[in-house]
């Protein structure tokens, strides 16, 4: 319960730095309650199943599930502070949008979509709650996806070539060799 509630004031920093932010025109709007409504749930269910369920704890899962939470903390927050002003929880395009390739970014196209997947699967992980996980497999991560697959759509429409040629060298959630 202690790591859960760590977990979710971790994301009430992340909202309170988000608000803070540059607004634009926002898209695809139905994600965010959708993408945040899940996450919740992905939450509650690690908790409900952990207290109503109650079975051994396999330590070596919860010791894995806390390694990606960590992993996936230090990924979101490198993210947000490398963007700055231009950090939001929403699909926004602003005016003054700058194609962010410096820090993390020069790994991965989308940092905080890594995070945030890692973190869906470590948290029911660290409960060793294998329902929230499925949860989390399959609710979470198909409508995180069709968030992202709209995203790289924004930004060609903004970027164009330029956004491509990134697309091209940089891989967009997990930083393995691209083949040249």
Known sequence: MIFLIGALIERLYEWRFSHQAERGQRKMEWSYTALHSLYLAVFAGAAAERLLYPHPVQ?????????????????????????????????EIRD???????????????????????EVIAVPLVANAYGSLLLSVGAYLPVLLARWRREEREMIGRFGEQYVAYRQRVPAFFPWPRGQ
Request: charged content about 10%; hydrophobic content about 50%; proline content about 2%.
């Open 96 to 118: 003054q949008h700058q194609l962010v390739t410096e820090g993390i970014y020069r790994y991965l196209r989308h940092p905080a979509y890594s995070s945030i997947m890692l």
């Open 59 to 91: 330590w070596w899962v919860s010791g894995v599930g806390g390694g990606l939470f960590i992993i996936s903390m230090v990924v979101r927050l490198t993210a947000i502070r490398t963007l700055g002003r231009f950090w939001s929880l929403h699909l």
